[in-house]
């Protein structure tokens, strides 16, 4: 909603109020020249409820708006972090327990009404660390003439732990595999599906081979997935200095002189496809709760290490066969990125190694759920979520989440001892096991979805406050006008004014207009609420400047350099980033939870629908689904009703002012748009992806981080023209399927806009 929408609403509001006032005066008012007038106990109490429910605090606590921004405070958000990144802590270890009983205590102290540790019993991953994962070399009598490393050189002192946990790949398997003398592995370049049929093009089969993808521009699960299904029996990954050292790999260019990754830095992270825990998929994991064998459930068949990029340069410089494509080459100095397998003549007597020791074990994680209760409507929810659990030290993901939540808390604390309380209930949670696949939010989403799907208005995530100085939102479009209000007060975090002028310049170099706005990938916490339940949520973190670094992720990511050291020294130092994310974290509470009428942009929906179904004419797949079904003309028309439903609850909105005199109206108003979103949600899921039930806005099954619109078209249409007749006729079956779905789905959309007292 509009600022000049929000100034009509609460015209209405005030007028309202007066109404009531006024009638009450009229009623039991009767002055002479030798009494006063006076208004009984219980009508007072009335006034005072009414007032309540009609007043828009967001509006009318201009004050204490910038409270909000003033109280939060550099140091403690410093001392937040350093805490945090004191040690490793590993989802359910010994350590992310005591950081969970922190965190809840925390929330006790701020004076939360309510703050609860919630347990789930759920399948985790862990190498073995007695018998590190390698990938060693062999010469003709087997004798091992190398080996990698499986934990990062410590090029600082004291960033060394002895709970560090040494490299690897969350749920891949143990495995052993070795090649043939003489031959190495193939380069896959990412491991998209892209790359692979590269290499089927220049006649390279990976079958039975072990292949090496650098990270970057998909989820690593992806490019173990992909290398799987092609028949594959091992996996290397490893980060390329052209993706986490562009300005040089010599001591002095790497950590901890600078933000790029030295040559020993391995990316560690799961290889889960799905989202929760493997054992209970669809279902909390609660003690009682019925598990799958490992075996049935949906984990990777081959063995997977990551390594830095130092040793991918031994395995890599050792291989013979066709030169990569231009743009597949990287950036390790001196070597040619041939594909393999065949070794060099040198090393025709060579053969090459992978072990991996990695095992799996159901173990109790903690979520942390805390509460301030809304003192009109309790009953509805304003959630702000960030997961707890790192890989290491985590000093940029999670923990520079983790800082915000913890100093965003105490702030809301101060005011509500001042005498503050917000209008609706607010929700603060400390996620567990994220880092394994979401699994703490989904596990509770999935214990509460009826009761979240009801009084959700919506979900706030931070995972990575601050990995550059860039804002990034990306949310569901219902709030993208919500967030870049909200931007507009929070001071710069660089020499901007405010975050949305620093945003702003930095899209106009990028040849944009006005700040681009994005939906939401997968990836974290917010997952479960988007994608599963359909409640309009944003991701709020500051990135990478991508017109400096052309580079997807901080180099450091999940890996034993993202140390305390690097985020004051190189990434945020006098953590004014991480301020600024705070700030924007309470503003969106507040705006959220204190507005009468939720500030949804509803236009914003169908505009970013309509950007997808461009899409398809740009790209050519609107014609090859005009072919396959005669009736997708349908979903356009049921698209531009939607439209134009939308269009015409918003105008109804905008012109309330003599009309909106009623807090019943006011509710329901508020109900019909929070329920909007929820309608393109699929009981069954998408195609194939029953985890996945968003029909409008999720992630690509082939890229489980990029967003994607229609998500089951895209789908659906993935290499459709290269199946047979009659894979080719079932798929056609299924499209036509998923269409129907969705146009009736835009359909009951436009229903739901419809006056109340219409069916």
Not at 37 to 62: G, R, S
Not at 166 to 184: I, Q, S
Not at 635 to 655: I, P, Q, R, W, Y
């Amino acid at each position: 909603m509009s600022a000049n929408q929000k100034g009509v609403v609460m015209s209405a509001l005030a007028a309202a109020v007066g109404l009531l006032v006024g009638g009450l005066i009229g009623h039991f008012g009767t002055p002479t020249s030798s009494s006063t007038m006076t208004i009984p106990e219980e009508d007072q109490q009335k006034i005072i409820l009414v007032d309540k429910l009609m007043n828009d605090k967001w509006m009318t606590e201009v004050d204490l708006k910038q409270q909000m921004i003033d109280l939060v405070d550099t140091s403690n958000l410093r001392e937040n972090l350093r805490e945090l990144t004191s040690k490793p802590h590993l989802a359910a270890s010994e350590r992310d327990d005591e950081l969970a009983l922190m965190i809840h205590k925390r929330f006790v102290d701020a004076g939360f009404d309510s703050s609860d540790m919630v347990p789930y019993r759920v399948l985790l991953s862990a190498p073995d660390p007695n018998n590190p994962n390698l990938i060693t070399i062999h010469d003709k009598d087997d004798k091992e003439v190398f080996r990698t490393k499986y934990k990062e050189v410590e090029v600082r002192n004291g960033d060394d732990s002895p709970d560090f946990v040494h490299a690897f790949t969350a749920y891949a398997p143990a495995g052993d595999v070795k090649t043939a003398l003489g031959v190495g592995v193939i380069y896959v370049n990412y491991g998209r599906v892209e790359d692979f049929d590269k290499l089927k093009e220049l006649g390279i089969n990976v079958t039975g081979h072990i292949v090496i993808a650098r990270y970057g521009k998909i989820y690593r699960g992806n490019k173990l997935l992909h290398a799987e299904e092609r028949g594959a029996v091992g996996v290397i990954l490893y980060s390329d200095p052209r993706d986490v050292a562009l300005e040089g790999v010599q001591p002095q260019e790497v950590y901890p002189n600078t933000f790029w990754l030295p040559g020993s830095g391995m990316q560690r992270g799961t290889s889960y496809m799905l989202d929760g825990d493997p054992l209970t998929p669809g279902w909390p994991s609660t003690e009682h709760a019925y598990r799958l064998s490992e075996e049935e459930a949906q984990l990777p068949k081959i063995p997977c290490q990551p390594i830095g990029y130092d040793d991918a340069k031994v395995i890599l410089e050792k291989l013979g066969g066709q030169k990569a494509p231009e743009d597949w080459v990287g950036g390790i100095e001196g070597l040619a990125y041939n594909l393999g397998p065949q070794m060099t003549a040198e090393f025709q007597t060579h053969s090459i190694r992978l072990q991996t020791h990695n095992s799996r074990k159901v173990s109790r994680s903690y979520n942390v759920v805390a509460t301030i209760k809304g003192e009109v409507e309790p009953d509805r929810y304003v959630l702000l979520g960030n997961h707890r659990d790192a890989w290491g030290y985590g000093a940029v993901d999670p923990s520079s989440g983790t800082a915000q939540l913890l100093e965003t808390a105490r702030v809301l604390g101060e005011l509500m001892k001042r005498g503050w309380r917000p209008r609706r209930t607010l929700i603060f949670c400390s996620w567990g096991a994220e880092e394994y696949g979401v699994i703490g939010s989904s596990e509770w989403v999935q214990e509460h979805v009826e009761k979240l799907a009801e009084r959700s208005v919506m979900y706030i995530n931070t995972d990575v406050c601050v990995s550059g100085p860039i804002l990034s939102v990306p949310a569901s479009p219902l709030i993208w006008d919500a967030i870049q209000d909200v931007s507009k007060l929070v001071p710069g975090v660089r020499d901007g004014k405010t975050v949305y002028e620093e945003m702003a310049a930095y899209h106009a170099l990028r040849n944009k207009s006005s700040p681009e706005m994005t939906t939401l990938g997968g990836g974290s916490d917010y997952a479960a609420f988007s994608f599963y339940c359909g409640i309009p949520s944003v991701d709020i973190w500051f990135s990478t400047d991508q017109n400096k670094y052309d580079i997807s992720i901080y180099p450091s990511y999940h890996t034993g350099y993202e140390t305390f050291y690097m985020v004051e020294n190189h990434i945020d130092p006098g953590f004014r980033i991480i301020q600024g994310c705070s700030r924007m974290a309470l503003l969106t509470l507040k705006y959220f939870g204190d507005s009468a009428i939720i500030p949804y942009s509803l236009e914003r929906l169908p505009e970013a629908v309509k950007q997808s179904l461009e899409s398809f004419k740009t790209s050519g797949a609107r014609d090859k689904l005009v072919k396959i079904y005669e009736k997708y003309s349908l979903l356009e028309e049921s698209v531009d009703n939607f439209t134009a439903a939308t269009s015409a609850f918003a105008n109804k909105l905008k012109t309330l002012e003599s009309s909106l005199n009623d807090p019943i109206m006011v509710r329901t108003i508020n109900d019909q748009m929070m329920k909007l979103e929820q309608v393109f949600v699929l009981p069954k899921g998408l195609p194939g992806r029953p985890e996945t039930r968003h029909a409008i806005f999720a992630p690509s099954k082939f890229d489980d981080y990029a967003a994607s619109g229609f998500p089951g078209i895209t789908d659906l249409l993935y290499q459709y023209e290269g199946l047979d007749a009659g894979n080719q006729q079932k798929k056609g079956e299924e499209i036509k399927r998923h269409i129907s779905d969705l146009t009736i789905l835009f359909q009951r959309a436009t229903g739901l806009l419809k006056d109340f007292h219409f069916i």
